[in-house]
């Protein structure tokens, strides 16, 4: 399933020597091509630009160099920009995490008997992906508007202060980020304790556990790979997001993410190498965050 | 928690006026069971006779719907799965796959905090002869050792009752005569009370002290399995538990210890000790084993029954015994088992017979066959997995 793809990561070396197969050769050329032509190509082209020098005759033109000083810059002036991207995209992991468990476990487990109801409530949450992401953060904008209803409650209740507003403020853009991304955590989680086998529960019950003692010994261990693959799905994109922070949408100046910087130093500071050495940075540090904890998580061997 | 030691013995079950109905049907009638400590006791039963509802109401995996439960002399019918001092072996094992054998096995015994959960928990699978493999995980195991596995995570907890829910169903014939041996040896170690529930009528005889046959939420006998056997009370009894040959008819004459019946013109007579009922239309039996076959007319002699001539329509060579079929007019077909003394069978297909029996191996029954009285049983475990396989192979026809 394409939902738990990225757990199943480590494979079993099998001993027995292969015959070489052309016809898995030939079948592997397609994907083998499109990954060397939009992934290799565009990679090294993205490492080159990092390392050039501005032209000395043109703005906006780059010369090839080896200028691996751009590297230290972008982060010495975009250091809070990076750590808060990965803590907001942190917070949105976990608050999805909170959100969807509970939904997919009653999706997946406590409306098995009503099958109906089930895919109806599934339905439900894939629902939001047939509107486009960008339409759904701007409602959300609208909603959360300063003259609108959300804010306008609160101060009435003067719950909030009369200059209070959440458009802007970071607690929006965790709050977008999560919204946006609890159907990518709910599905892979959805698609584990669906398959999740009850017996397991009851000879826990069996065994002296009390309905906690189960959900942490038996429940959670068995449903890990859903786990794993809904936060992976959410935390990846969610670092990388540039629309929720994007001061269009629900950010503010205060709350910029690594991806606002690199849109911006591409397209509207034109300074390409910052923007293509803040991409390379992302990348390595997701890549190092990732492949840590697929490794401490250890879900090979449920699968 | 309910328990927080080991039990010491086991502790007898007491179930009263148990009834459980799911949405659509009921599973149990008014149960009332008595299950002493210490003992080996099994409830037996045709697939959907409510055995295993029985089981998971005793666990506290199901509610019921009225009836109380008690354990040890304690009302547990509120009470939750793990408030229990009960454990399960389950059909499926149910064996944690993410953990290893050995944290499988020492699962039960960390809930309740009992020191050195290792050390015993190592102790348990050397009983079950698999502590090599203690740091595997049970899908690294076959059947028979996943199934030990899941009798040492039980056995480990000394629970004052142990419940088994068809355990041996999945091990291949040879397996299941091992486990069955050493569940039995294990059993009177360890000296729980095993309530063991199956379908297999011999290995509830060859296992327990005490077996209940169990139909339609009922329990139609109770008692040791020799007395079940040699003299069963209903017909559905005497058809689940082995095979029997039955007649009905009308009770023709009556002495001080015996009645005869008038069985379609012949005269069968059975003692009445052995007879639930002494007068109108009475259904008797006799076990196939127990009849003799004769190629000649024998003279009446008393105390033995004699019927025939009749003719040998199927001849069916067991190794041990021989299972002969024989038509005698007016009564039906009857079933005769015969050990093979000698080589093969001894009469032919179409021999004419005369079957015998000792009048004191026949027995009475309560109740009289409801459908067609002289067609064999088809509720038994052969039968009904026959049945599920024509069932099977027609929707996969389909």
């Avoid at chain 2, 379908?199 to 020799?226: C, R, S």
């Amino acid at each position: 399933m394409a939902i738990t793809a990225f757990t199943g990561s480590a494979t079993v070396q099998e001993a027995v020597p292969r015959k070489r197969s052309w016809v898995a050769l030939v079948l592997l050329l397609p994907g083998l091509l499109y990954l060397v032509l939009f992934f290799l190509v565009p990679l090294v082209s993205l490492a080159i630009t990092s390392l050039e020098v501005p032209s000395a005759t043109t703005f906006g033109q780059y010369d090839a160099a080896f200028n691996w000083q751009t590297y230290g810059v972008v982060v010495s002036q975009y250091g809070t920009q990076i750590l808060r991207s990965f803590l907001y995209a942190l917070l949105a992991t976990v608050f999805a995490l909170l959100f969807s468990y509970p939904l997919a476990y009653f999706i997946g487990v406590k409306a098995r008997r009503w099958p109906i109801l089930q895919g109806l409530m599934i339905v439900l949450v894939i629902a939001p992906f047939f509107i486009s992401f960008l339409l759904r953060t701007l409602a959300w904008k609208a909603i959360l508007s300063d003259d609108g209803v959300v804010v306008g409650a609160l101060k009435a209740l003067s719950l909030m202060g009369p200059q209070g507003h959440f458009t802007g403020t970071p607690v929006a853009v965790v709050f977008g980020l999560t919204y946006n991304f609890i159907p990518f955590m709910c599905l892979p989680l959805y698609t584990t304790l669906e398959r999740l086998d009850v017996r397991y529960l009851e000879a826990s019950t069996d065994l002296y556990a009390g309905p906690f003692h189960t959900f942490r010994t038996v429940t959670i261990p068995l449903s890990l790979p859903g786990i794993v693959s809904g936060t992976l799905l959410t935390f990846i994109p969610a670092a990388g997001d540039y629309v929720n922070a994007s001061s269009e949408f629900l950010g503010g100046t205060s709350s910029t993410m690594i991806g606002n910087v690199i849109q911006s130093n591409f397209l509207v500071q034109l300074n390409y190498p910052a923007a293509a050495a803040l991409s390379i940075i992302l990348m390595a540090i997701i890549l190092v965050i990732v492949s840590v904890y697929v490794k401490r998580s250890g879900t090979d061997d449920l699968l | 928690m309910a328990t927080s030691s080991f039990a010491d013995a086991g502790a007898d079950l007491e179930l009263v006026g148990i009834h459980k109905r799911f949405p659509g049907f009921t599973a149990i009638e008014n149960l009332n069971l008595l299950v002493p400590a210490g003992s080996f006791f099994a409830l037996l039963g045709p697939s959907g006779c409510g055995k295993t509802t029985t089981l998971r109401l005793v666990a506290g995996l199901e509610e019921p719907t009225a009836g109380q439960i008690l354990i040890g002399g304690k009302d547990v019918t509120s009470t939750k799965p793990f408030q229990r001092p009960v454990n399960t072996v389950f059909q499926s094992y149910a064996l944690f796959p993410h953990m290893t054998v050995l944290e499988n096995v020492a699962f039960g015994l960390r809930r309740r905090h009992v020191g050195d959960p290792i050390t015993k928990a190592h102790e348990a699978l050397r009983l079950v002869e698999l502590d090599h493999l203690a740091a595997r995980r049970p899908q690294q195991l076959s059947g028979g050792q996943q199934q030990r596995v899941a009798l040492a995570r039980a056995v480990v907890n000394r629970p004052a009752l142990l419940l088994l829910d068809e355990p041996l169903g999945a091990l291949d014939l040879k397996l299941r005569r091992q486990m069955q041996l050493e569940l039995k040896t294990i059993q009177t170690e360890v000296g729980l009370t095993f309530v063991h529930v199956t379908h297999d009528q011999e290995e509830a005889m060859t296992m327990a002290d005490t077996v209940a046959v169990m139909n339609k939420g009922e329990i139609e006998q109770m008692g040791a399995p020799e007395d079940l056997y040699e003299l069963p009370k209903t017909v559905f009894v005497a058809n689940f538990l082995g095979q029997s040959n039955l007649f009905t008819g009308a009770v023709s004459e009556t002495t001080k210890d015996t009645i005869a019946v008038d069985v379609a013109g012949n005269r069968i007579v059975v003692p009445k000790s052995r007879a639930a009922r002494h007068t109108g239309t009475v259904t008797l039996g006799v076990r196939p084993e127990k009849l003799s076959l004769l190629t000649t007319e024998p003279d009446a002699v008393a105390g033995q029954n004699v019927i025939g001539p009749g003719r040998v329509i199927d001849v069916s060579f067991s190794g041990v015994s021989t299972q002969y079929i024989v038509e005698v007019p007016r009564l039906g077909s009857m079933v005769v088992f015969a050990q093979n003394m000698v080589f093969g069978p001894v009469v032919d297909r179409g021999s004419e017979v005369w079957l015998s029996w000792n009048v004191d191996h026949g027995f009475g029954l309560v109740d009289d066959p409801h459908d067609v009285p002289r067609f064999p049983a088809d509720d038994d475990t052969v039968s009904i997995a026959a049945q599920k396989r024509v069932e099977l192979t027609v929707e996969l026809e389909d």
